[in-house]
């Protein structure tokens, strides 16, 4: 390892399988899927989808405390509790740092809707003087990472990175560059954000982008198989702690993988669908790997978008077979969590980490009958054990935002 090397020293993650890195690690090991009937969705008759992928609600308020719950919104939630956890994860306190060194870079795909409904209701019954003057700061994506740095006490650059559903990924990707500018020496980094609220739900079930298999919710989220029909909104963070190998070792943190590549492209082809032969997912692929020096024989497992659309998954699977020829395992994460939008490039990124540390590959979920279209080796109804020194985390967003990373062990 050389002493420039890009390390990750923390992890920490927010999501419906559990409040911690252990919990949703177990939660995917077992491939139980979280999508659930939420009666707050229930009870909108204009709403064709009533079910999420939510973080079981009393939990961060209780982590948290009422008060500074109350004045968060849930993106904000669960990115604190990941961060917090994260840097514990490093063998950080906020005493064992230079302050302006410290950067907190995360994805955000876009302003919270918790409670804009509310607030916007107010000024529509002609009651401006009503609306909460924490609206703004509840709310814009900017809060996110600045609500961390606040609670850490970072005093480096801090901002959020928005590129739909890539953003978790491009957030890396910015965190490595100004690692290597030499412009900081710690990023907490990676994404957070909520879409099960029902303004989300309503916006992307009007884009068909959703799956109405309403009578069989934890089945709904179904990446690869012959009968997906649509993703499961979901919610989380996933955080991970970035530095330098040399700055690691100087205070003798222990790496759990190297972030050995970053590669982003845009399909310039359409405002949601993708290209259809992958062609913006698979110069991602590349770059990602040129960047990290190594050849798509090196690469032993794909962590896939794996959005559980018709489209999106037959692009992917284009793309893969483009960069690939015959892919490596595959694993789709949002079959069990969901999809977390701009929290989903940081989750799945943490969970690739903990499949190289663990030499194992988490099933996907609900994958009954394979799309004999999309020939590919995903793993499925259980873990499976692998022998892996390189693997590859891809993140594809609305507008045509691609962006990959690539993790690999110290060796």
């Not at 993988?257 to 698979?282: F, I, K, N, W």
Request: charged share 20%; aromatic share 4%.
């Amino acid at each position: 390892m050389k002493h420039d090397d890009i390390v990750v020293t923390g992890l920490g993650l927010v999501t419906p399988a559990g409040i911690g890195v252990e919990a949703t690690w177990q939660g995917l090991l077992d491939g139980r899927p979280t999508a659930t009937t939420d009666p707050r969705l229930a009870e909108l008759a204009s709403l064709d989808v009533d079910f999420t992928c939510r973080v079981h609600g009393s939990e961060p308020s209780r982590l948290l405390g009422r008060a500074l719950a109350w004045r968060l919104d849930r993106p904000v939630q669960f990115a604190l509790l990941a961060a917090r956890e994260a840097v514990a994860d490093a063998g950080l306190t906020a005493g064992d740092w230079d302050p302006t060194r410290v950067a907190v870079v995360l994805g955000v795909g876009g302003n919270s809707l918790e409670r804009y409904p509310r607030e916007f209701g107010r000024l529509n019954a002609d009651r401006a003087d009503h609306i909460s003057p924490l609206t703004v700061v509840r709310s814009v994506p900017n809060m996110v990472p600045a609500e961390i740095a606040l609670d850490l006490g970072a005093r480096g650059p801090s901002l959020s990175v928005a590129t739909a559903c890539a953003s978790g990924t491009t957030a890396l990707g910015i965190a490595r560059d100004l690692l290597r500018s030499g412009s900081c020496d710690l990023v907490i980094t990676g994404g957070a954000e909520s879409g099960t609220t029902p303004t989300a739900v309503a916006c992307f079930q009007q884009m068909r982008a959703l799956s109405t298999r309403t009578h069989d919710p934890a089945g709904a989220s179904r990446p690869f198989d012959r009968d997906r029909d649509g993703f499961v909104l979901g919610e989380g963070a996933g955080i991970l702690v970035l530095e330098r190998a040399a700055h690691a070792a100087a205070r003798g943190a222990k790496s759990r993988a190297l972030l050995a590549g970053y590669g982003a492209s845009t399909d310039a082809h359409d405002v949601a669908a993708p290209h259809p032969e992958g062609r913006g997912a698979a110069e991602a692929m590349r770059a990602a790997l040129h960047d990290a020096g190594l050849t798509p024989a090196d690469v032993d497992h794909v962590n896939a978008h794996g959005t559980s659309t018709p489209l999106n998954d037959a692009a992917e699977f284009r793309a893969l077979r483009a960069v690939f020829g015959t892919p490596p395992p595959v694993t789709a994460n949002k079959s069990v969590l969901g999809h977390a939008l701009g929290a989903a490039g940081g989750i799945e990124a943490a969970v690739t980490v903990l499949a190289l540390q663990h030499r194992t590959i988490p099933p996907t979920a609900n994958l009954d009958t394979p799309d004999p279209d999309l020939d590919l080796d995903v793993v499925r109804k259980e873990p499976r054990p692998a022998r892996m020194r390189a693997a590859v985390s891809n993140s594809f967003g609305f507008g045509g935002q691609n962006a990959v990373a690539v993790f690999t062990t110290e060796t």
